[in-house]
């Protein structure tokens, strides 16, 4: 344990560097290391130390930057988010949101194509009620997964501040956050000794990261720190999408095997299913059926056929907007007919 938390301590300080050079993401890059450390429904606890003391700290160092205003409308409407994120953290697998916020972060891929031109056009300030909107989802994905900084870099990358404001809200914002966080974290028991240990190291590192950064970023320019911003949402992006999918397919037992009818079938928990795409009828997920699952007026046609052929497999079609529909393949002397059924 004392090497992993030494390698974790240095990982740390260099990850809290990145984070302030590109405005936030310290958290969701250190969520893959946390996860090969620590069971998943602790890794929240153990980040949250860490970026509760990082928030403090950058505090201190970049006060005079905070901008008010964001601030007023952020904070009021992401508590009680916060609260309902951490309560519902032990109903809802946090892996699955990790993949979702996996595939928001890539998103960002065509921000680092965008000309210095285009980008200062995009930048503006948002409404009010916007500001309320973010400061509601951001507590509560922050609640569930511990971790929020890059996911919402967007969102101050385009309102227009300077990397100074930006490190200085987005801290100023976050750290009711964490302390909530925290302290519902302890009461639900979603803690342990080596996430309290490895909370302790990282939070030791962004102090020692918050002080020293203030040396950095006086030497990028605006324009260098916002591609820096983009390019680092969407490499966690990537990174988090492998680590998480990783873990999903073991958890859930996802598989590929061929069927009966030689489908390439998706095997999830103790279910399988194939997906087909065709162009007239769009997306189509597929299911075998047994017999008895058939509705009672297909059943009978069924019992009719079974007289005719050899061997009758069957499969129940879901596709978006339309009633489910059965597919009936029939073989008879190994020569296959397909019957289309609703």
């Known amino acids: 344990m004392t090497l992993k938390i030494t390698l974790l301590f240095f990982g740390a300080i260099l990850a809290f560097w990145i984070s302030a050079i590109c405005g936030g ?18 890794v929240p606890f153990s ?33 009680p988010a916060v609260l309902l994120g951490a309560y519902l953290i032990k109903y809802v697998n946090p892996i699955y949101l990790q993949l ?19 980008q200062k056009k995009e930048e503006k300030p948002y409404p009010k009620f916007i500001l309320a909107i973010i400061g509601f989802v ?5 609640g569930i997964t511990g971790a929020i900084g890059l996911l919402f870099n967007r969102f101050y990358l385009k309102y227009g501040l300077s990397k100074e404001e930006i490190v200085a809200t987005r801290a100023a914002n976050e750290i009711f956050l964490h302390l909530i966080k925290l302290i519902i974290y302890i009461l639900l028991g979603l803690y342990s000794t080596p996430a309290l ?11 020692i990261s918050s002080y020293t950064v203030k040396y950095i970023l006086p030497y990028l320019s605006e324009f260098t720190f916002r591609k820096i911003g983009y390019s680092a949402m969407v490499i966690s992006g990537f990174v988090l999408l492998i680590s998480t999918s990783d873990k999903i397919m073991t958890q859930d037992n996802i598989s590929f095997s061929k069927n009966k009818l030689n489908e390439t079938t998706i095997n999830w928990r103790k279910s399988n299913f194939v997906l087909e795409f065709a162009i007239d009828d769009g997306l189509e997920i597929e299911r075998a059926i047994l017999p008895n699952e058939l509705p ?16 009758i497999f069957l499969e129940k079609v879901f ?3 339309e009633e489910p529909n059965y597919e009936f393949y029939c073989y008879k002397n190994d020569e296959l007919s397909k019957f289309e059924l609703e």
């Open 25 to 42: 993401g310290a958290s969701l890059i250190l969520i893959p290391i946390l996860n090969l450390l620590l069971p998943t429904s602790v």
């Open 47 to 79: 980040l949250t130390i860490g970026t509760f003391t990082s928030s403090a700290s950058r505090i201190v160092v970049f006060k005079k930057h905070i901008n008010w205003k964001i601030f007023l409308w952020f904070v009021p409407f992401s508590v």
């Open 100 to 118: 979702i916020v996996a595939l928001f972060l890539i998103a960002n891929v065509p921000q680092l194509f965008i000309s210095r031109k285009k």
């Open 138 to 142: 951001a507590g509560f994905v922050s």
């Open 197 to 207: 240990w490895l909370g302790i190291a990282i939070a030791i590192a962004t102090i």
């Open 296 to 311: 009672k007026n297909l059943n009978q046609k069924y019992l009719e056929l079974s007289t005719l052929y050899d061997k």
């Open 319 to 321: 596709q978006l907007g």
